[in-house]
């Protein structure tokens, strides 16, 4: 088992900047994938960014690049995403997640590919 915890959340003017925390716990994550997802009111749950942990690589949506940046700790088993820039569209609910990444190379976009969650934090970007 793998438990997340999120935090950092919170009311925010458009153009700031926040930077969401994910602790996670539970297990060696060296074979994980680390994802960032948000969901809106009433819209589906949307990938945001991934991480892998064995070897740092990334990967975005195209609707984040260049704004979304995900990192991690390893000496806190945390992972991180910092939002720049943000925008009233940004509202939302965002969840860590992460899964087992037997194969080195592959990325998971999909919500349901996950298997372990947390239980979110809200972000509002508002003036």
């Known amino acids: 088992q793998v438990q997340l915890v999120e935090s950092g959340g919170g009311l925010v003017q458009p153009g700031d900047s926040l930077r969401l925390s994910c602790a996670a716990s539970?297990?060696?994550?060296?074979?994980?994938?680390m994802g960032w997802f948000r969901q809106a009111p009433g819209k589906e749950r949307e990938f945001a960014a991934a991480i892998r942990w064995s070897d740092d690589s990334t990967y975005y949506a195209n609707s984040v690049k260049g704004r979304f940046t995900i990192s991690r700790d390893n000496t806190k088993n945390t992972v991180y995403l910092q939002i720049d820039s943000l925008k009233p569209e940004d509202t939302a609910v965002y969840y860590c997640?992460?899964?087992?990444?037997?194969?080195?190379?592959?990325?998971?976009?999909?919500?349901?590919?996950?298997?372990?969650w947390g239980q979110g934090t809200q972000v509002t970007v508002s003036s």
């Open positions: 997640a992460a899964r087992r990444s037997p194969y080195g190379s592959m990325w998971y976009l999909g919500a349901y590919q996950y298997d372990y």
């Open positions: 539970g297990r060696t994550l060296s074979t994980y994938v």
